[in-house]
């Protein structure tokens, strides 16, 4: 079964900075495209980046809001993705997802972990 | 905003049919980009419901149906039930600087 668990969330001071993880199960995860999507309270979702495979040189691309705030990475040994924010706002406040979508020759699907809640407060 | 535009609510009797609009531009539906639609209900995750335009998810009742022209997309639900009334928020690519994936505002259902 696929799974995709996001944790390290919490309440975070403005300025500060935190790290999340998603960690994959039940599938090939060296060979999979991750994405950090957010949903901010009462608000749709926004798409905050993706990282791509070591075939493709673990390549990352960001939300051009985001203005280089934060960084994703990964560890396939761990198969684990990573969400690092910095420099955070109170509008990042906000329930971050990991997710893919992959498509086979028949169908795509797309799983979502039960994401994780970071709060930017004082 | 968003760079994807859809009506933040309709609503519709069960039984009845409703559509979901989503408009983009040149650099995202227009340019020839999938569009899929994801299926929210309050507290948990997204939830692929129709991929590719027009295709349907595992498990997905043939009520829902996905369409695409030019720079826009529609989701269309018909017989409805009570058990739709969901968040739905329509997703594609965009070649622009807006970012790679690209959602709209999301439209809540209300089934009366």
């Known amino acids: 079964e696929v799974q995709l668990v996001e944790s390290g969330g919490g309440l975070v001071q403005p300025g500060g900075s935190l790290k999340l993880s998603c960690a994959a199960s039940g599938f090939v995860f060296s060979g999979a495209v991750m994405h950090w999507v957010r949903q901010a309270p009462g608000k749709g979702l926004e798409w905050v980046g993706r990282?791509?495979?070591?075939?493709?040189?673990?390549?990352?691309t960001y939300a051009a809001s985001l203005k280089g705030r934060f960084i994703i990475s990964r560890d396939d040994s761990k198969s684990t993705a990573y969400l690092q924010m910095n420099s955070l706002k109170t509008e990042d406040t906000a329930v971050y997802y990991c997710?893919?979508?992959?498509?086979?020759?028949?169908?795509?699907?797309?799983?979502w972990g039960q994401g994780t809640l970071v709060t930017v407060s004082s | 905003q968003s760079v994807l535009t859809q009506p933040p609510s309709v609503s519709g009797a069960p039984g009845q049919r409703v559509t979901i609009s989503c408009t983009g531009t040149?650099?995202?539906?227009?340019?020839?980009?999938?569009v899929h639609w994801y299926q929210q209900y309050s507290t948990t995750a997204p939830k692929l419901l129709i991929y590719?335009?027009?295709n349907r998810s595992s498990g997905v009742p043939d009520r829902f149906s996905g369409s695409k022209s030019g720079t826009s997309a529609s989701l269309a639900i018909t017989g409805l039930q009570a058990e739709d009334e969901a968040d739905y928020y329509c997703?594609?690519?965009?070649?622009?600087?807006?970012?790679?994936?690209?959602f709209g505002g999301g439209t809540k259902l209300t089934v009366l």
């Open positions: 990282i791509r495979t070591k075939a493709n040189d673990y390549t990352t």
């Open positions: 997710t893919r979508l992959y498509c086979t020759r028949t169908s795509c699907y797309s799983p």
């Open positions: 997703q594609t690519y965009d070649s622009s600087l807006s970012g790679f994936w690209v």
């Open positions: 590719g335009n027009t």
């Open positions: 040149s650099s995202n539906i227009g340019a020839g980009y999938d």
